[in-house]
């Protein structure tokens, strides 16, 4: 009984160590696809803040600082960032939208443009552009981590089955078969002895 027991677990570690190589393999082909994207989305983020800058660069030397503090002081345009999260093998990654106040893009220069620069206006319009990169780049790196963290725990439990857990179902199995197989032998030997003990008390008998 012990036996069939120990053989139904090793069948069942066995089935499930495949199981787990099949989805650590799978979420190494996402990770990498993650990190493909990541790399994409951080050059063009970076591309366009680095032109945000400029421009605001630009727009601070020529407007005074108080005329500068003081045009976005009070912003006129807010944002309301939605979450919800999809199931990649049993992972659930944040998928991250968000909705404007309202869709006039004139909402995003909270100022007159009498003293302001056209720079001014350049650098916000780059920054609201990037705004959306931003926040495509903040998910992929949060599936990432999340990614990473399934796969690093995937792979322990693959290690695991395949280096402890089969390795001491095969060796109990093995002792347990082989404490059998002497028993049996220790039993075919004692019939033996007693079929020639029977033979020569008959032998004896007549």
Do not use: C, W
């Amino acid at each position: 009984m012990v036996l069939n027991q120990l053989k139904g677990r090793r069948k069942t570690a066995m089935r499930g160590h495949k199981l787990l190589k099949d989805k650590r393999d799978e979420l190494m082909r996402q990770f990498l696809d993650v990190i493909k994207q990541n790399k994409a989305l951080r050059i063009r983020v970076e591309e366009g803040l680095t032109a945000a800058f400029a421009s605001l660069q630009v727009a601070s030397s020529i407007m005074s600082p108080e005329i500068l503090e003081q045009s976005l002081l009070y912003p006129r345009q807010s944002v309301e960032l939605f979450v919800k999260y999809k199931n990649v093998m049993s992972v659930n990654v944040p998928e991250y939208t968000f909705q404007t106040r309202n869709n006039d893009p004139t909402e995003i220069y909270p100022y007159g443009f009498a003293q302001t620069s056209g720079e001014l206006d350049d650098a916000l319009g780059k920054l609201a552009k990037v705004f959306e990169d931003m926040l495509q780049l903040a998910q992929v790196e949060k599936s990432m981590q999340l990614l990473a963290e399934e796969i690093e725990k995937t792979r322990r439990r693959v290690n695991a089955l395949e280096y402890v857990m089969i390795p001491d179902l095969n060796d109990k199995i093995k002792y347990i078969t082989m404490k059998l197989e002497e028993n049996e032998n220790s039993t075919k030997v004692r019939l033996l002895k007693v079929k020639e003990m029977v033979l020569q008390e008959a032998h004896n008998y007549k």
